[in-house]
């Protein structure tokens, strides 16, 4: 590898280190896994680990025949069959479960959302705008997975989202193309980073790289970008450095005094799998 792509890829696995949320280590679909029961696990994710959601939709499963009894099901019938199986924030996921099946249901009269493994990226954002109950990170674990429904290997197109957030931190040329930009990402999503560095990637370009308005003053990786030092300024950019530093030591002491107080440790994320194609449309 030459030097100068060695030093980006580098780089790169620096800036993912910054970006990463313990919300994204989402790992690939089941083999039994459909695009319902999918969605519904990331909408009852929270900020839990997502083994925890996937948890309480593998006891939904096996506790109603159908999804649609989940659905029309008393609210205390769904919170005790997951407080049963020992699954946290019963009562508030089986809100969440009701809640989000109901708008599945009322948008399109059934259930049976594989179709959005079928759809252009475009046609399951607008499904995800209508639902209004996804967290943001559903659009790219969807894509992710449409992508590699497709072939083991497959990863979704290179947005412009991305383009623009990787030329702006020079870790590509201005105006890459599709084939540069992967060089650059694929050695960095390989195996059970595939999910997390890519929703990392994807969630930084669309939320904070904003094409007209980037939030270089909030963004994790400001230390190091060119197109923000030059956009904010000398002293913008000296002044955003101490302000996110300040903040980040506040918020470590927070955490640090909040662990003290609840004798608790950090949840695990993660959990294995792969990918694949097909999925049990019945149960939806
Ligand atoms: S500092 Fe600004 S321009 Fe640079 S990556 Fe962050 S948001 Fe984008």
Same mark, same amino acid.
């Given at each position: 590898m030459a030097k100068a792509t060695?030093? &980006?890829s580098a780089g790169l696995g620096t800036l993912l280190r910054k970006l990463h949320k313990p919300t994204y280590r989402v790992p690939p679909r089941e083999s039994d896994e459909n695009a319902l029961e999918r969605l519904l696990a990331l909408v009852l994710q929270g900020e839990d680990p997502y083994s925890v959601a996937r948890q309480a939709v593998k006891v939904l499963r096996r506790s109603y025949a159908h999804w649609n009894e989940v659905r029309v099901a008393r609210r205390f019938e769904v919170r005790d069959a997951l407080a049963l199986r020992r699954v946290p924030q019963s @009562? @508030? =996921?089986a809100l969440k479960a009701q809640e *989000?099946? =109901? =708008? #599945? *249901?009322?948008?399109q009269n059934h259930l049976d959302l594989d179709w959005l493994y079928d759809a252009t990226s475009e &046609?399951? @954002? !607008? +499904?995800?705008?209508?639902?209004? #109950?996804?967290p943001e990170h559903a659009a790219p674990v969807l894509?992710?997975?449409a992508a590699l429904s497709e072939g083991a290997d497959r990863l979704p197109p290179v947005s412009t989202d991305l383009k623009r957030s990787l030329a702006r931190l020079s870790l590509t040329p201005s105006s890459p193309k599709d084939g540069q930009v992967l060089? +650059?990402?694929?050695?960095?999503? !390989? /195996? @059970?980073k595939l999910y997390p560095n890519y929703l990392a990637l994807q969630m930084h370009a669309r939320l904070i790289c904003e094409s007209k308005h980037p939030r270089c003053r909030q963004c994790p990786v400001l230390e190091g970008c060119p197109h923000g030092k030059r956009a904010l300024g000398s002293e913008g950019y000296r002044v955003a450095l101490e302000e996110m530093s300040a903040a980040a030591r506040k918020a470590?002491? /927070?955490e640090d005094s909040a662990a003290r107080g609840s004798g !608790?440790?950090?949840? !695990? /994320?993660? /959990?294995k799998g792969r990918a694949r194609s097909s999925s049990s449309a019945q149960r939806a």
């Open positions: 060695t030093a &980006r @009562e @508030e =996921r *989000f099946l =109901r =708008r #599945v *249901f009322g948008l &046609r399951r @954002e !607008k +499904l995800l705008a209508s639902l209004t #109950v996804a894509d992710l997975d060089d +650059l990402i694929a050695p960095h999503l !390989k /195996g @059970e470590g002491a /927070g !608790k440790g950090g949840a !695990k /994320g993660g /959990g």
